[in-house]
């Protein structure tokens, strides 16, 4: 019995709620580069996989910076970075199939740069000329979702499409498809995160809620939104929960495999809670000094994800200063492209609206148009400008 007389100890029975170092967290590459094994978890790709994951994670973090430059010299309207939590996106973006389907936040950068997302479409979005200008059935990347927590309702409602299209356990490794749910801590606070659970689990839709636990909802700790670790959530909503190293990218890739496999053969959803941290502020309107000490981040900047890959390449003579060298010129030449991109993308159409509401517009939605096109040419015809803001000049 507790203290409190009330019933067991859950200190006892589930160890610390928020220790990511306990022996419950899977780990591939330690923070210092070594590699270590699992009982349950392997990674199987070669060296040269893993040099590929290093370009990943460099390439993306500089489209990160340079967006955050952009915002901070008005260009963007706002961004939310991923500092930090580039291998937990790296690890689980690449370990997705072309035919499986991803629903993200709107942090997921990493994730869309390995769905082949151009990044000067995310900029266009935060740039607020566009709504994300990819396409979201050819790139399996669904557009970037703010209301938090809504797109694991959608993740689950589409993996259950999927199995009413029979395209799950098939045996084919060309055809089984699985969806991966993308969310944070503070979205399994949510009703339409816990709701996305228990139908998951009922219907053993084919989805991996895959939840950065980067420790805050912007100002509110992980401490404010679970008593026990998030993982363990999943037991009782009736599927398995796994805590990997979120900023290890060879675990994140192994354990998202093995979930999107177990999905992809009909054995139903996974819960994997990666445990990572935002080095950055939660969005360019955000001053996390305000709620959080330096020494935390200090500290994590220790478990950096890039440094460690760069570690274990060097340690192991798979890389050397000429291949990050190389890399870093790609960065460049890849955060110029951007900037240049970002300023030269047009400034939308007022009418452009109509076009996006479905994939083929109504007659209706035709109709409202051309009523809005000649409320336009209205100001046009009275002051010389085509909009009610250019008459106002
Ligand atoms: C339904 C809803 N409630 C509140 C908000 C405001 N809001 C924006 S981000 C955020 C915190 C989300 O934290 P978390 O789920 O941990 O994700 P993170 O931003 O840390 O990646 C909140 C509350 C929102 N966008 N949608």
Not at 138 to 143: N, Q
Not at 217 to 226: D, F, K, L, T, V
Not at 350 to 359: C, N, W
Request: charge should be negative.
């Amino acid at each position: 019995m507790s203290d409190s007389g009330l019933g067991p100890d859950l200190g006892k029975v589930f160890g610390p709620a928020h220790e990511g170092e306990g022996t419950e967290l899977i780990q591939l590459l330690t923070p210092e580069g070594e590699r270590v094994e699992h009982p349950e978890f392997s990674f199987d790709l070669d060296d040269e996989a893993i040099k590929g994951f290093y370009r990943d994670l460099v390439l993306s973090r500089r489209i990160d910076t340079e967006a955050t430059a952009l915002q901070r010299q008005g260009e963007l309207g706002i961004w939310a970075s991923l500092l930090g939590q580039e291998a937990a996106q790296v690890g689980s973006g690449r370990a997705m199939r072309d035919q499986d389907y991803a629903f993200p936040t709107y942090r997921e950068h990493a994730v869309a740069w390995c769905r082949g997302v151009d990044p000067l479409h995310l900029l266009g979005l935060f740039r607020g000329v566009d709504q994300g200008g990819w396409d979201p059935i050819a790139d399996r990347f669904g557009l970037y979702t703010i209301v938090i927590g809504a797109q694991a309702l959608h993740a689950t409602g589409y993996a259950m499409g999927l199995q009413r299209d029979g395209v799950i356990g098939t045996g084919d490794p060309d055809r089984d498809a699985a969806v991966i749910g993308y969310f944070g801590d503070g979205a399994t606070s949510q009703g339409d995160v816990n709701e996305a659970f228990i139908w998951a689990s009922v219907f053993n839709a084919p989805v991996v809620f895959f939840c950065q636990n980067n420790q805050w909802a912007i100002s509110e700790p992980i401490e404010r939104q679970s008593k026990i670790p998030l993982y363990q959530r999943a037991l009782g909503f009736g599927f398995p929960g796994l805590r990997v190293d979120g900023n290890d990218v060879l675990a994140t890739y192994a354990v998202t495999q093995a979930a999107l496999q177990r999905a992809r053969e009909g054995s139903g959803p996974t819960f994997v809670e990666a445990y990572t941290y935002r080095m950055g502020a939660h969005t360019t309107s955000d001053d996390p000094t305000k709620y959080r000490v330096t020494e935390e981040l200090e500290q994590w900047k220790l478990k950096d994800p890039i440094e460690r890959v760069k570690a274990y390449l060097s340690r192991n003579g798979v890389a050397d200063d000429d291949y990050y060298a190389e890399i870093e010129s790609e960065a460049d030449e890849l955060a110029a492209r951007l900037r240049k991109g970002c300023l030269e993308l047009p400034d939308p159409s007022p009418l452009d609206i109509f076009d996006q509401v479905y994939a083929e517009t109504t007659e209706e939605l035709k109709t409202q148009q051309a009523q809005f096109a000649e409320y336009l040419s209205s100001f046009e015809a009275a002051h010389g400008s085509d909009t009610p803001e250019g008459a106002l000049r």
